[in-house]
C-alpha cells in the first residue's frame, strides 16, 4: 500500500503561474522526498527534507513539511512548459531505506 | 557507469512465459531496489538489496517473482510463468546509502524502467 498521497490528482496551469502539490502520510518519518516523473522515463530525484526541517528551497522549487499535520508541499514557481510532469512524493519510516511513493500529481504547464 | 541501465526497455510475453529483466546499478553503489508501476499509478516497492544480500523482499507479489544481485552489482528481477496482472513497468534504482563515503541521504537513483506487456 502507498503511504504518501498527492493531492490534487491532476493540476493544469499556464506557463508563468505557479504550481502547488500536496502530499499527506500517515506514519512518522525520517524524510521525505520528491520524485519528477516524465511520460514514459524513470523519476528523477529533486528534493529532500528531513523531519527536522520545516522548508526547503532549489532554485524554483520550495519544500514545506508539517510533521504535526503529517503533510508537505511542493511549490514550483515560474512554470514553464517543461516542467510538464508527474509528480510523486515519498517518505523514509522506521526502516530508514525503503522510499514509499504515493500515486503521484500530473502536472500540465500549457505554453 | 553514469546511470542506472536497465534491460529491456520493452518485453511483450505471452501469458505463461518466464521473463528476466536486469538492472545496471551505479558503480559503487551498495543499495538496490525493484519497484513495479501500474499505469496511472506510483512506484510500489519490491525488493532490496545491500550489496548482494536480499534483506527485504517483502514486496514480492508472488512466488513467482524472484530477484538476485549475486556479485553485489548487477540485478536481475525474474518472474516466472507470467499473468497478465504482471504488466507494469519495472523500475529499478540504486543509491549510496549505506556505501562506505557515501552520501547517505536516501536519494533514489532511477533507470528508465522495462515495462512489460503480458498478453
Known amino acids: 500500500s502507498q503511504q504518501g498521497e498527492e493531492d490534487p490528482q491532476a493540476l493544469s496551469i499556464q506557463e508563468g503561474e505557479n504550481a502547488t502539490m500536496n502530499c499527506s502520510y500517515k506514519t512518522s518519518i525520517n524524510n521525505l522526498q520528491w520524485y519528477r516523473q516524465n511520460s514514459g522515463r524513470g523519476l528523477v530525484h529533486l528534493i529532500l527534507i528531513r523531519s527536522n526541517e520545516r522548508e526547503k528551497h532549489s532554485g524554483r522549487l520550495r519544500v514545506t513539511l508539517d510533521t504535526s499535520k503529517k503533510s508537505s508541499s511542493l511549490l514550483i514557481t515560474a512554470s514553464r512548459a517543461a516542467d510538464t510532469a508527474s509528480y510523486f512524493c515519498?517518505?523514509?519510516?522506521?526502516?530508514?531505506?525503503?522510499?514509499?511513493f504515493g500515486k503521484g500529481t500530473l502536472l500540465t504547464v500549457n505554453p | 557507469g553514469a546511470g542506472v541501465s536497465q534491460s529491456p526497455r520493452y518485453k511483450v510475453a505471452k501469458r505463461g512465459q518466464d521473463v528476466a529483466l536486469r538492472c545496471d546499478p551505479i558503480s559503487g553503489h551498495v543499495s538496490l531496489f525493484w519497484y513495479q508501476q501500474a499505469l496511472g499509478q506510483g512506484p510500489e516497492f519490491l525488493t532490496y538489496f545491500q550489496n548482494e544480500a536480499q534483506l527485504d523482499k517483502s514486496g514480492l507479489p508472488s512466488d513467482r517473482f524472484f530477484a538476485e544481485r549475486p556479485e553485489g552489482s548487477v540485478s536481475t528481477l525474474k518472474i516466472q510463468r507470467t499473468q497478465q496482472e504482471d504488466s507494469a513497468v519495472y523500475l529499478c534504482?540504486?543509491?549510496?546509502?549505506?556505501?562506505?563515503?557515501?552520501?547517505?541521504?536516501?536519494?533514489?537513483?532511477f533507470g528508465e524502467g522495462s515495462r512489460l506487456t503480458v498478453l
Open positions: 515519498a517518505v523514509s519510516g522506521g526502516s530508514n531505506y525503503k522510499l514509499t
Open positions: 534504482a540504486s543509491s549510496s546509502l549505506f556505501t562506505s563515503g557515501g552520501a547517505n541521504t536516501g536519494e533514489l537513483f
